[in-house]
């Protein structure tokens, strides 16, 4: 009878990680269709869009690398929530330390275009990762960067901190409430912090609180969210775009 237990305690578990899968490709699925959708239609209206005559390097559809983390939600007065089910009490693991440098492996990352980063009220932490190719640092003409999120942000480029937003130097927690929309626009990107070759373009948003606990348990506004992001410059001199598949034959990883 012991045995028979332990046989329906594995089974089971194998039940909820087969869910659990199945869950993650529905949403990831939904998720690359609404972006195709967005795509087709110009982009998410709400993004700041780049002049029809500037390049744009990166954007909401390019290839991301990008890692979230999940805790109960936190308000306002600095408590955090407990929720009603045990399993959703627990924070997921973060990012390694060097998340933000540019020869840190993120082979293990999720991957595609930054849409598919987690929209929830348990989501704590969103990093995602970008790259683009420069050949002349020099010749870059006016590199810039727009963003829009919930939360506070925080931009590095190459692993060096380059700008943040409503979220104070050594605080996890951003200012202000969860749900609120905010964006950068045309955050300029130093020509002298370029590198030739591989760069790194990393965001960072942490989550914003919710002013009050739910009495149904659910936080429907999300304090850490990706919205659309944008890295443009007036032409295409001594950068290549990111932003749609190149020409030629590629290897990709």
């Not at 002349?136 to 829009?148: E, F, Q, T």
């Not at 692993?159 to 979220?167: A, M, Q």
């Amino acid at each position: 009878e012991k045995g028979s237990g332990t046989t329906e305690r594995t089974v089971m578990r194998a039940k909820v990680r087969l869910v659990a899968a199945v869950m993650v490709t529905l949403v990831s699925c939904a998720a690359v269709g609404v972006g195709a959708a967005w795509a087709q239609q110009g982009g998410p209206k709400d993004a700041t869009a780049p002049a029809p005559a500037d390049v744009v390097v990166l954007d909401t559809f390019s290839i991301w690398r990008m890692h979230c983390t999940l805790e109960p939600p936190v308000l306002s007065s600095g408590e955090s929530v407990k929720l009603k089910f045990a399993w959703l009490n627990y924070k997921t693991p973060g990012p390694a330390q060097d998340w933000m440098k540019p020869n840190f492996d993120d082979y293990s990352w999720n991957r595609g275009p930054a849409t598919l980063a987690i929209k929830s009220g348990l989501v704590s932490r969103v990093c995602l990762r970008g790259k683009f190719t420069v050949t002349n640092p020099a010749a870059v003409n006016n590199l810039r960067l727009s963003v829009g999120y919930r939360g506070g942000l925080i931009v590095y480029l190459n692993g060096r901190e380059l700008h943040r937003e409503h979220v104070a130097r050594g605080k996890s927690i951003a200012d202000g409430l969860a749900g609120e929309e905010r964006n950068i626009s045309d955050l300029s990107i130093p020509n002298k912090l370029l590198s030739r070759g591989i760069n790194v373009i990393a965001l960072e948003i942490g989550r914003a609180p919710h002013a009050q606990a739910s009495d149904e348990g659910v936080y429907k506004a999300n304090g850490c969210e990706i919205r659309n992001v944008w890295l443009t410059s007036t032409d295409a001199s001594g950068v290549v775009p990111n932003a749609v598949r190149p020409k030629g034959f590629q290897v990709w990883n």
